[in-house]
């Protein structure tokens, strides 16, 4: 679960074009802003029973959520930490026996 529909309504009040899932609270900024005001993505509840019937798709859909999480390290707070404590602050890690 997110909370992008929280992140939406600070984007919507500092005039940005919102883009979001049915879900939350882009449910009511959608039917406040008008749906011609936001870009839609994602399935619809009615539509979702019929995208998993859908096997070819559904698998190359696996794989693709599996190499995005794959290619996501780079993004990890661990690394960034680790990144920063070597080229920015100048510190080794301590080593817990």
């Known amino acids: 679960m ?14 940005c074009l919102l883009i979001g899932t049915l879900d939350g609270a882009n449910v009511e ?22 995208l998993r019937k859908e096997r070819a798709e559904g698998k190359r859909w696996t794989t693709m959520s599996i190499l995005n999480t794959a290619g996501s390290y780079k993004f990890s707070s661990d690394r960034t930490i680790h ?6 602050w100048g510190i080794e890690p301590v080593l817990l026996p």
């Open 2 to 15: 997110e909370a992008s529909g929280t992140s939406n309504m600070k984007f919507a009040m500092n005039g």
């Open 29 to 50: 900024i959608r039917e406040e802003v008008g749906e011609d005001n936001f870009f839609l993505f994602g399935a619809k509840a009615h539509e979702v029973a019929g």
């Open 83 to 88: 990144e920063y404590a070597r080229d920015i």
